[in-house]
């Protein structure tokens, strides 16, 4: 392969490399430190909740361990690292005096981090609210607003001088939908769309109550929001699987980029959720779009849609084409990610764009010495990789990939069965072993153009 052809190939020499990790999936140490309980801590303490009835009381232990981690993420050439600051261990009870402990935490990871020449993008809620707030009624109540932005002036001044990149809510969707919806999440709630979409109103105004306050705390600052975003295909071109596609769509998609975007909720869902939709306040959308710098996009997987009997009122049915599949059951549809690229900036022109999350669940096999051969797991990334390096020379302003995850953590229901990391985590030992996903991250992060450029001829293609 000529150089010229590799360098041509490869990725902007500034293109962001990192992994993303949450709070209660890594850090354990959930009674140490002044920290308060979080609705997770509850939920995965519910028997029956969760797989194995596993917790994160303990999880990868790296609220002990997180030098090593950052060492890890050297070693695997990243620029850049996504984590989640736990609001249980700031404001214990969700609002007061701030816990010192509490911030110290995050100011030695920051520090460590910037020591290491990695770029900190921190999220401010990544699922774990305080247990006193969700007594109080959680995302349900509207003036949980004012606990939303009062907790991000509060972090935001203390590590703004060193956090630049700041993300409000991590996918809204998924929390306010499986922890309202179906209650398959914390806080297990089974209230049907009219729960769903209360919590996602309010998570809404508690993102636009925040951005103001993250500007004025951090001028330089960089904010945005992280959505989870599904590329949605019909499973036929009958017509019920057409607008079956058309309402999850809607459902997932749409109604969390039109209001943050456009300022407005999509006339045809506010139409399907008829008294089901939230209760909306004069300047309420004005504030929601409030202009954001950056918007990440979780995916993992396309969505083949027919008509159903899922999440009345949107009546779909999950469809498995032939293919590739994860250990979660969840389709490796690599081209599902350029074309969620291009769907969003086409409708909604972000200024810029990360892959806040990708990544798969493989059932790793390790060899006697440790090492773990997970084949289909790099391949993923590399074909995924191919497609985001796509995306960027069709003109979509893609800043940066954050791989899901530095290293096998706590998959919330699943608990410790599903993993997702490209370290593997011995949690007897609490061991860590760089697969060879990592070792391809190590790679591309590194920019070998030679390997960048192979990549991509194999996996040019849909
Ligand atoms: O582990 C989760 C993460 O917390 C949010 N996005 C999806 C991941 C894999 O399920």
Redesign the pocket.
Known sequence: MPNSESADLSFPSDFVWGTAT?AY?IEGAVAEGGRGPSIWDTFSHTPGKIRNGDTGDVACDHYHSWRDDIALMRQLNLNAYRFSIAWPRILPTGRGQANRQGLDFYDRVVDGLLAAGITPYATLY??DLPQALQDEGGWLRRDIVLDFQNYADIVSRALGDRIKFWTTF??PW?FTWWGHVTGEDAPGLQLGARGGLAATHNVFLSHGAAVPVLRANVPDAQIGIVL?LNCVEPASDKPEDLAAASRFDGCQNRWYLDPLFKGSYPADMLALYGADAPDIAADDLASICTPIDYLGV?F?RRSVMAHGADLPPVNISRVSPPGRYTALGWEVSPHGLYDILSYVNDRYRPPALYVS?S?AAFEDRPEPDGAVHDTERADYLRAHFAQARRAIHDGIPLRGYFV??LMDNF??AEGYSAR?GVVHTDFASQRRTVKDSGRLLADVAGQRRALVAAALINNAGR
Do not use: R, S, V
């Open positions: 949450a999936q990544h699922w991590n996918e998924t989870d979780n993992y999350e990544g899901w995850t998959e919330w997702f």
